[in-house]
């Protein structure tokens, strides 16, 4: 095996005497896999093709755009739950010269990005989009090789077959479909005199996240069931994932799971939920849906345990104290790149009153990420606190955060620091006894921190917090009782705390803002929400915001440019700004209209936009203004008004509605002004 601790000049120039005793001297293969492993066996596998290292494979040009388009639109499924994996991948990578790519089963380039010091460069060798690297077209690399070899794959500078590519490092891992059979693969190309030693491992991660994904996309309508023997690796990229029908019948499993059960694919749709574990289906589903969050431990058929969670489909609804049998699936979702909008989030609708990190995540992989990390440290005492700009939803993350652990049937209790005034914060926080100041309630005020007991405190924008109110906080948290204004009683409190700002707590720290003390007791785990312009999954907000607003009374999409629209803008407010947004446009839409288009967004939105940007695009779904032709002479306001009406309602194709919109008016009123003319 090759010694982790040789520098990567040593690597090479052992590599490079490795190609003159393979190539020149005729020396066998097996003579240089302990030096290089599986990269000689692909070496044998190109020479075999008659490939020759030393001719230039640049000459390979990509395929047609339509060709391009055409294997696009095959792998829609792959690309639409890749590219947020994709964006997450390369914020890990990024300003290291190097590029991202996704690639079908077969090698061809499907999307990449990169580096622009790296993109010129990696052009040269066909690194973009319609290349294709197989290994019988490219020699050894490793895209070809990893769909070769069916495993991760790293090619660094000389292991590449032809000479023209010893410049690139390259780290592969194959993306398997839930069947397993090979989907497309993920690499990440780079110089190879930046070669780092844990790409191939970050690249390995990203593809076992993509595949659970795909996983439980395919199997959205089905029960699913995460375990691991491990309770703290339930939630992890570890975990098994088993898909099952309301009967119990194994549909299908992650790689995981059949490594953890010691299954092979054949033997799947031939074992049911009986023939794994000790327990009947039905009371595990029973207990399941009665405590969605809850680990169950089950007991396997050969002794040991598992612990494990179920997820159900919001549209499964088990009659109650039935068993699966009685569950109704509802019809598989069609992919998300072929509709426009959906009408229904896939993920039940977020609600202040019911919550959950199943609706928050709507497949963008920072927000993922986050909830992840998250649930790691439910039920622990942990303090968690959660950092974004105002309007990412930190309330509702802290919400869900409650209501998945063990305190959910005690309150959830919110003080936002910045909204009150500093002199009231106090009160607010801490209480007061009847009379203790001018002004107080005679029968007193139980604080936010003794409200909050058993259950859990959420400080929302704690970076405002006053100092003084800092240090009484600290106090709090360390000896867990709470004493109210003009009181001298210490009162017991249990609180699992949960804070949020969209401050820099460290800068603040460092300027004497923020107590480092307090800091240090409010940081347990940290986890960054996303803004909104830089989430992958707007169309599925946008599908759970209509579904909210709605109320599942309506079917309604939004028009294609809207989205696109959407998906450009940059979105200073946030989710916060596009719930407004569209909750103005869902109230615009008259009753026998159900697709929101340009005409019933808030006309502030491209206001906002052009102010921060001089070249506005031509597509931009921007509402037209009313120019109507100066006024002929001595004319009427009536006649006026009848011009007016006439124009817009030839500019809007005779649709009344969207008309009367711009024109402000009901669309009861302009059908009586149009009667009258």
Known sequence: ?????????????????????FFDQGAPADALVPLVGPVVKSWS????????????????????????????????????????????????????????????????????????????????????????????????????????????????????FFDCNAFLTCSASPIFDPAGQLMGVLDISGDSRSHERHTLGLVRMSAQLLEKRLFEAEFGREILVFFHPRMEYVGSLQEGVLAFNQGGELLGANRCALELLQLTRGMLRQVDFSMLFDQPFGVFVDRSVRDPHALSSLPRRHGDRVY???????????????????????PRPAPAAVVAAPARPRQPACREDGVSFECL????????????????????????????????????????????????????????CAAIPENLIESELFGYLGGAFT?????????????????????????????????????????????????????????????????????????????????????????????????????????????????????????????????RYQWPGNIRQMHNALRVAVALLDDDESVIDSTHLPEELFAMESDGDEQVDKAEPRPRRIDVAPVQGAESLETIERRAIEQVLEEEGGNVSAAARRLGISRNTLYRKLGRM
């Open 1 to 21: 095996m090759e010694n982790p601790l040789w520098s990567v000049e040593g690597r090479d120039l052992r590599v490079r005497d490795a190609r003159t005793a």
């Open 45 to 160: 596998r190109c020479v075999r093709s008659g490939l020759e290292a030393k001719t230039h494979a640049g000459d390979l040009g990509p395929v047609s755009d339509s060709q391009l388009r055409e294997t696009r639109d095959r792998n829609a499924f792959l690309l639409s739950h890749a590219r947020g994996v994709l964006s997450h991948l390369y914020e890990q990578i990024r300003a290291t010269g190097s590029v991202v790519i996704l690639s079908d089963g077969n090698g061809l380039v499907l999307e990449g990005l990169g580096d622009p010091d790296f993109v010129n460069r990696a052009d040269q060798v066909a690194l973009k989009a319609g290349a294709q690297w197989g290994e019988d077209l490219r020699g050894t690399n490793a895209i070809g090789t990893a769909i070769a070899e069916q495993q991760p794959v790293e090619v660094v500078g000389a292991e590449h």
């Open 308 to 330: 494990a969670r179920m997820n159900m489909p919001a549209a499964m609804v088990p009659a109650p104290r039935s068993v699966p049998a009685a569950v109704v699936p509802a």
């Open 361 to 416: 995540d709507t497949g963008d992989a920072r927000m993922a990420a986050a909830i992840q990390r998250a649930t790691r440290v439910v039920g622990k005492d942990i303090p968690l606190l959660i950092l974004g700009e105002s309007g990412v939803g930190k309330e509702m993350f802290a919400k869900a955060f409650h209501d998945i652990g063990p305190r959910r049937a005690a309150p959830f209790v919110a003080l936002n």
């Open 439 to 567: 002004g107080a309630r005679k029968e007193g005020y139980t604080g936010k921190i003794q409200q909050a007991c058993g259950g859990t405190l959420f400080l929302d924008e704690i970076g405002d917090m006053p100092l003084n109110l800092q240090a009484r906080l600290l106090r709090v948290l360390q000896d867990r009782v709470v004493t109210p204004l003009g009181g001298a009683k210490p009162v017991p409190v249990d609180i699992s705390l949960v804070c949020a700002t969209h401050r820099n707590l460290v800068d603040a720290v460092k300027t004497g803002g923020f107590r480092q003390d307090l800091y240090y007791r409010v940081n347990g785990l940290t986890v960054t929400l996303p803004a909104l312009r830089e989430r992958s999954d707007i169309r599925a907000i946008v599908g759970n915001i209509i579904a909210i607003e709605s109320d599942g009374m309506r079917d309604i999409t939004v028009a294609e440019d809207v989205l696109a629209f959407f998906e």
